[in-house]
């Protein structure tokens, strides 16, 4: 991990109140004017952590509203809730709420799948009337019911992910798992698949490639491509050829593309950044780049730099306000001999930042769950300051702020059943993250052994 190792830099730096405030407003830069003004009918705009990414969206939108024909509408498509609730904050500052509404369709990628599915499914023969929807957690534990080990848990899930980032229909699924047979994992895989299919259950993989065949019919996808007049990709380096597709026949007017090709980390799941990347400078030519960081001292984007020019990046980032951090800021690396020091050390670390300046919060990321368990564990017997993790659906703000929003119109003493399903009903049933969320969160609140909501 990076963090602040000088106690004396770091003191500077925090009674200057420069660590770990980002500075942006609603003025852009003129790389930043450039990208979001271009009159090209198609753009690709590379932008690294910080440079004001959605910033820039939320003015390209309000640059396309004047393009748009009469009743169209920008469709604005992220990966993750998180993304689009800020991506929608940013629009509503630029566009004001009233503008946004009328103009903008802010979706992330299976949400957007979900509705196309839910629109038109009977289309391709699917009985929405019994249609369940999935969650990120509905094939891991269809496999978990199996006993089977995680290795060939993990064959069979990749095996399905392979052949459903095709529009294949359900029974070119089995028929394509029949002939990849000698696969690890494929005679499980064609098990799962016929009990899913018989239960009119779908995966997460399923949304994406039933939409996908879905605005592959001329039909259907005209209609998309006349309502959305526009649309907005973020984060382009995470695209699946399938996730780029349903972009492109959701929307053929006017396409812009938004990202890092350095910050891809979906592989896993299917995304293809070379593949990708090449077909998106094939429509859009070259990309305009945004090197301007607001949210990082130099001191942090010399670091940065120093890792991401050997790995490609196109130019070296500056900060846009080198003013603000006394000394120039600080980063660093810290050697640690296990995990259970790096633990400490951060506690440590945190303490001290937090000590020097209350109003300060202090980022720890990690790049995988299992590695940070030793951190969470130390964080959380500090008493004297609290944190949350952001992975835990019921420390979620936006979760908890809809869940209590909704339990305040309950009758009092209803029970907390009732309230899980007043939530479940309060929410589009297109988004499939929020569903999942609010799930995730009634599970840890009924350990709480609570009577009434």
Known sequence: WLG?????????????????????????????????????????????????KTEVLAHRANHLIQSLRPNQRILALTF??????????????????????????????????????????????????????????T???????????????????????????????????????????????????QRLEKERQAANQLHYDDLLRHAQRL??????????????????????????????DLARLSCSERQTYAGDPLQGIFSWAGAEPAKVEREIRTLCGEPILLRESYRSSPGVLATVNSMSKPLGAAADLVSANPEQWAGGGCSAALAVRDR????????????????????A????????????????????????????RWDLALEDPRIVALIRETVASLPRGATVDAARDAVLDAVDPADVDPLEQVDDAFVALRQTQAGTA
């Open 4 to 52: 602040v190792a000088d106690w004396q830099c770091l003191a500077a730096a925090t009674q200057a109140g420069g660590v770990g405030r980002p500075v942006t407003g609603s003025v852009l830069s003129d790389e930043q004017t450039v990208a979001a003004l271009s009159d090209a009918r198609h753009g690709m705009i590379i932008a690294p952590p910080g440079c004001g």
């Open 80 to 137: 993750t809730n998180r993304a689009k609730a800020n991506l929608e904050e940013r629009l509503r500052a630029v566009l004001g709420y009233a503008r946004m509404r009328r103009y903008l369709t802010v979706r992330n990628f299976h949400g957007h799948a979900t509705q196309v599915v839910l629109a038109h499914g009977r289309t391709i023969g699917l009985d929405l009337g019994s249609l369940l929807l999935p969650k990120t957690s």
């Open 139 to 189: 094939l891991r534990r269809a496999l978990e019911a199996t006993g089977e080990d995680r290795d060939t848990r993990n064959a069979v899930e990749d095996l399905l992910g392979q052949v459903k980032r095709a529009p294949l229909t359900d029974p070119e699924v089995l028929a394509v798992l029949a002939q990849r047979s000698a696969a690890p994992g494929a005679a499980l895989a």
């Open 215 to 244: 605005l592959q019919i001329p039909a259907v996808g005209h209609l998309y491509r006349c309502h959305f007049g526009a649309v907005l990709v973020d984060e382009f380096q995470d695209l699946s050829l399938q996730q780029l």
């Open 340 to 359: 259970a020091a790096e633990a400490l050390a951060v506690a440590a670390l945190s303490q001290t930042i937090l000590t020097r300046d209350p109003s």
């Open 361 to 388: 919060s202090v980022g720890v990321i990690s790049r995988a769950a299992w590695r940070r368990e030793n951190i969470d564990s130390a964080l959380s017997g500090q008493a004297d300051f609290t944190g949350r």
